[in-house]
Structure formats: structure tokens, C-alpha cells
């Protein structure tokens, strides 16, 4: 069965990184892409961005253009989100999810992580 | 980016009640609307997608449906198991944007 398993919590500086890892299993990696969504506390759902796995490309929101990079490496079948240039208001849940189709159009996310916490304070 | 409006943002109903929310969409989006349920500290569990279907497993009392740019997910006879946040996400183009979402509660 397919599985997302996500990098325990982080505690980070204002200004400081922070890199989250994605773990997938049951299915062939590189055949869809990986969605990274966040939650701040007591929010709704925001899109981050995402990566074909496959060749690297990745579509990132607007508004994280700039501080996150997303990578993947096939050799472990393992996505990564990097942060940077943390802020408080980046303090929040943040999922890996893979959608239920392999195409480029495909957003209906079927399957996600856990969740990983990252929390930012000084 | 394509923006969707859900409604109520909050709602408290009694187990058996029928209950429905609606998301509308800035523009038209076809069928391209799913829609998931949350409940806290889980991640979402994507419930319907492309309007109107079902993801196996789900309770039949879900429905979806849509008029236009409206969408509505029904719950037909509200169960207590059924609280929690309930999010659509437009699949029409990237980015797949989410609702501010409607959380449930059962009376």
C-alpha cells in the first residue's frame, strides 16, 4: 500500500533552514509527483509547491518563491522540502502528499504523510 | 490563481440531520472540485473527487454535487463519527487551491 512517512518535528531560529524528508513506499517513486501542503495552527490547507520526482521540475507557490527549493532522490525514494529565511508565521504542519494520478494536470492529493512540525521562535 | 469560497465556515448539527456545505469557485472549473474531511491531529483523507465521486470506503450518506461554479458536498444523515474540518480543493489548474474550510460539529 502506498506510504508517505515524514521527518519528526523541528524547532528553528527566525532566519535560520529547515529541511523536511518525504518517504515514500508502495508504489514506483518516480512516477508521480510529491505536493507539499502546510497548516499554521488553527488554519486551513495552503499549497507549498511540488516536484516530478522524475526529473526534478518542480511549481512552486507565488508567495514561496525564492525560499523553498524541493528535491528528490530516487536512489531512496525520499522528497525533501528546504525552507529558508524562516519566519514565526512559517510556524506550521507541513505534509508531503502524492496525488491520485501521474500526469502534470493531476492535484487531487490521495495520499499524504503525516505531517511534520516546524516550529519557528526565537 | 483560482479562489474558492466554502460555507458555512462553522456549523453544529444533530446526528441524523442532513447536512450541507458549499464551495464556490471564482471561475469555471468543470468538474475539477474534491473535497476532504480532517480530523485533528490527522492529515487530510481526500473523501470526493471530481465532484460527485466517491473514494472507496467512503460512507454512501456523502454525496457531491455541482450547478455552475457551485459545488456542494451533502452529508445525508449526520453520524457522529462525521466532525471534523472539511476542506474542496479546485484540480482544475495548478495550483490545486484550497477553501478556508467548514468545520463540523455534532451535537
Known amino acids: 500500500q502506498v506510504q508517505l512517512v515524514q521527518s519528526g518535528a523541528e524547532v528553528q531560529r527566525p532566519g535560520a533552514s529547515v529541511k523536511v524528508s518525504c518517504k515514500a513506499s508502495?508504489?514506483?517513486?518516480?512516477?508521480?509527483?510529491i505536493h507539499w501542503v502546510r497548516q499554521a495552527p488553527g488554519q486551513g490547507l495552503e499549497w507549498v509547491g511540488r516536484?516530478?520526482?522524475?526529473?526534478?521540475?518542480?511549481n512552486y507557490a507565488q508567495k514561496f518563491e525564492g525560499r523553498v527549493t524541493m528535491t528528490g532522490d530516487s536512489s531512496i525514494d525520499t522528497a525533501y522540502m528546504d525552507l529558508n529565511s524562516l519566519r514565526s508565521d512559517d510556524t506550521a504542519l507541513y505534509y508531503c502528499?502524492?496525488?491520485?494520478?501521474?500526469?502534470?494536470?493531476?492535484?487531487?492529493?490521495?495520499?499524504w504523510g503525516q505531517g511534520t512540525l516546524v516550529s519557528v521562535s526565537s | 490563481d483560482i479562489q474558492l469560497t466554502q460555507s458555512p465556515s462553522s456549523l453544529s448539527a444533530s446526528v441524523g440531520d442532513r447536512v450541507t456545505i458549499t464551495c464556490r469557485a471564482s471561475q469555471y472549473i468543470r468538474t475539477y472540485l474534491n473535497w476532504y474531511q480532517q480530523k485533528p491531529p490527522k492529515a487530510p483523507k481526500l473523501l470526493i473527487y471530481?465532484?460527485?465521486n466517491l473514494l472507496s470506503g467512503v460512507p454512501s450518506r456523502f454525496s457531491g454535487d455541482r450547478r455552475g461554479t457551485d459545488f456542494t458536498l451533502t452529508i445525508s444523515s449526520l453520524q457522529p463519527e462525521d466532525f471534523g474540518t472539511y476542506y474542496c480543493q479546485q484540480s482544475y489548474s495548478g495550483p490545486g487551491t484550497f477553501g478556508q474550510g467548514t468545520k463540523v460539529e455534532v451535537k
Open positions: 508502495g508504489y514506483k517513486f518516480t512516477d508521480y509527483y
Open positions: 502528499a502524492r496525488p491520485d494520478c501521474s500526469s502534470s494536470d493531476c492535484h487531487t492529493l490521495e495520499f
Open positions: 516536484i516530478n520526482p522524475n526529473n526534478g521540475d518542480t
Open positions: 471530481a465532484t460527485d
